[in-house]
C-alpha cells in the first residue's frame, strides 16, 4: 500500500501536468490563429489598429465556446474584463514593430489619396519591385536613411502578441505569481498580479495596401514597439534569425552582434533613433536565393533575379516596360 502511495503521487503530478500543457498548447494555437486573422485583416486596411483589435478579438471566441454562461462573445468578453482588472492593464497586448517610425520618414509618399485623407505619413505599396529597383540606382543601395530598410521591409507587417493564458490547475495562478515576481515588463507584471502565462507570437506578412503611420499609445491593446525595462538599445549592427544567418560574417555564432565593419552604415544616421529591425524579423530584399555569383545577402546591382544571374546591371528592356513584375516575360 505504501508502495502504491509513492508511485501515484508523481504519476497523478505528471497526468495534471499534462492536462495543463494541453490546454496551454490549445491556447497558444488559438491565439496564434488569432494573430494571423488580424494581420490578414491589416495589410488590407492600411494596418489601422482599430482593425487588429476587432479583427483579433474576434477570432478568439473558438477559445470561449457557448455554454451556461452565454455565448462565446458573452464569455470572451467577461474572461478579458476580469484579466484587465486582475492585471490592471489590457486583457492582451500586440506591438506593431514594422513598419516603424523611421521608414516613414524615408519612404512617405504625400500624393496618396490615404495619406491627404487622414494627415498622417503614408508609404506607397504599388509596385515594390520597380519602386526598389528606382530606389537602388540612387545613394544609398535602396535602403532608407534612416530606417536602413528596403521598400519591401518598409511594406512589411510585423505584429507581436503577447496573450494572457488563465491556467486551469489549483496552484498553478501561485505559481506563475512567484514567477513573475519583480518582473517590470507587461507579460512579467501579468503573471505577478493576475497569476496568467504569457504567451507570444510573432508574425510577419507584407503589406496589400498602404501603410499609414497611425499614432499608437504605449499603454493598450495595440501599441507601438516597446522596449524591455532598463534594457539597452540594441546595436544597429546586431542581427538575429533566419534572415540573418546568410549575411553573418564566418566565425560569428548566432546571437552575438556583428563588427560594425561588417555592416556599412547608412549615408545619414541619426543616433536617436532605435535599431530599426532589433530581431531580425524582416527579409532581405531581394532575397539571397535570387542572387549569383556573389555572397549570400550582398544587394543586386539590377532589379530581379534574371538580370542578377546574366551579370546585366539593371533589368531588361522587356522587364522595365512592363507595368507590373508578375506580368514580366522571362529574360
Not at 244 to 267: M, S, V
Request: charged share 15%.
Amino acid at each position: 500500500m505504501v508502495e502504491l502511495s509513492v508511485a501515484a503521487i508523481p504519476l497523478l503530478l505528471l497526468g495534471l501536468g499534462s492536462i495543463e500543457a494541453a490546454q496551454w498548447f490549445f491556447a497558444k494555437q488559438a491565439a496564434s490563429l488569432a494573430l494571423l486573422e488580424a494581420g490578414r485583416a491589416a495589410i488590407t486596411a492600411h494596418a489601422r489598429p482599430e482593425v487588429i483589435e476587432t479583427a483579433f478579438e474576434q477570432a478568439l471566441t473558438p477559445l470561449f465556446a457557448a455554454g451556461q454562461g452565454g455565448g462565446a462573445r458573452q464569455r470572451l468578453a467577461r474572461a478579458l474584463e476580469q484579466r484587465s482588472q486582475a492585471t490592471g492593464a489590457a486583457p492582451w497586448r500586440i506591438e506593431v514593430l514594422s513598419p516603424p517610425a523611421q521608414a516613414f520618414l524615408d519612404f512617405s509618399d504625400p500624393t496618396l489619396a490615404i495619406a491627404r485623407a487622414t494627415g498622417l505619413a503614408a508609404i506607397n505599396n504599388n509596385y515594390l519591385a520597380e519602386q526598389d529597383q528606382r530606389l537602388r540606382e540612387g545613394p544609398g543601395g535602396g535602403l532608407g536613411a534612416q530606417s536602413g530598410l528596403s521598400i519591401l521591409q518598409a511594406n512589411t507587417l510585423v505584429l507581436r502578441l503577447t496573450y494572457l493564458h488563465e491556467p486551469v490547475l489549483p496552484g498553478m495562478k501561485g505559481l506563475m505569481r512567484l514567477l513573475g515576481a519583480g518582473g517590470g515588463s507587461y507579460g512579467r507584471q501579468a503573471m505577478a498580479r493576475g497569476g496568467y502565462l504569457p504567451v507570444m507570437q510573432e508574425i510577419a506578412l507584407v503589406m496589400q495596401s498602404h501603410p499609414v503611420n497611425w499614432p499608437l499609445p504605449a499603454a493598450g491593446k495595440v501599441v507601438g514597439p516597446q522596449a524591455a525595462p532598463g534594457a539597452p538599445p540594441l546595436p544597429a549592427a546586431s542581427c538575429q534569425g533566419l534572415w540573418c544567418a546568410g549575411r553573418r560574417p564566418a566565425g560569428i555564432p548566432p546571437g552575438a552582434a556583428a563588427p560594425a565593419a561588417a555592416t556599412p552604415e547608412p549615408a545619414v544616421q541619426d543616433a536617436a533613433w532605435p535599431d530599426a529591425d532589433p530581431g531580425g524579423l524582416l527579409p532581405p530584399w531581394p532575397p539571397a536565393a535570387a542572387q549569383e555569383g556573389g555572397p549570400p545577402g550582398a544587394p543586386m546591382a539590377g532589379g530581379d533575379a534574371d538580370a542578377a544571374g546574366s551579370g546585366m546591371p539593371g533589368a531588361t528592356p522587356e522587364g522595365a516596360a512592363c507595368p507590373a513584375a508578375s506580368c514580366c516575360p522571362p529574360a
